[in-house]
């Protein structure tokens, strides 16, 4: 067990390179989501009320972003200290915004499932299983986190 620092430059280096192309990344991202879980259209504002993944949409972005950047800030805190480590403000807020829009457990593996596979098309020839499960292994810290604030809250 543990988290390495072999799994932690993975996950770094992927993001770094990645976040390059924030606005194709995040469409990438939305789409699979929605792709996955048709019905998850509903609970974000910027996607309920239009027919297509609206281009250059701030918000979207931003949720995309977050996803990604704290997975990586994850990964980091499982290396340095074994565990994800989250501000009790931070976690509280995404706490309570997540049950607000009906968040539930299994739309956690939904985003997952859509960060996996958005990693795998944007690395291309340079993705590989250990950097899937470097990805995976952080993001279900994370989520756990997440999920345990929102059971508190609930
Ligand atoms: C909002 C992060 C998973 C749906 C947010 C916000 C953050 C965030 C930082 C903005 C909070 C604010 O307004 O202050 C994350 C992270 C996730 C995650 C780090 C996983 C590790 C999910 C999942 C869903 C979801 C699984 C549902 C499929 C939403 C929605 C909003 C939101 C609907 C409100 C966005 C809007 O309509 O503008 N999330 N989220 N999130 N999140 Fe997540």
């Not at 048709?38 to 701030?58: V, Y």
Request: hydrophobic share 40%; aromatic share 8%; glycine share 6%.
């Amino acid at each position: 067990g543990g988290f390495t620092e072999e799994q932690e430059t993975l996950v770094k280096q992927s993001w770094e390179s990645m976040k390059l192309n924030v606005p194709e990344l995040s469409l990438r991202f939305f789409s699979t989501i929605l792709e996955i879980a048709p019905a998850a259209k509903g609970m974000f504002s910027f996607l309920k009320d239009s027919d297509e993944i609206p281009h250059n949409n701030p918000k979207l972005k931003a949720h995309a972003i977050k996803v990604f950047k704290m997975t990586c800030e994850a990964a980091i805190q499982l290396r340095e200290k074994g565990e994800v480590v989250i501000s009790e403000n931070t976690l509280k807020n995404l706490g309570s915004v997540h049950l607000k829009k009906g968040v539930i457990g299994p739309h956690f593996e939904v985003v997952k499932e859509a960060l996996l596979r958005t990693i795998k098309e944007a690395m291309g020839e340079q993705y590989s299983e250990e950097m899937e499960k470097a990805w995976s292994e952080a993001y279900d810290q994370l989520a756990a986190a997440i999920k345990a604030e929102m059971k508190e809250e609930a």
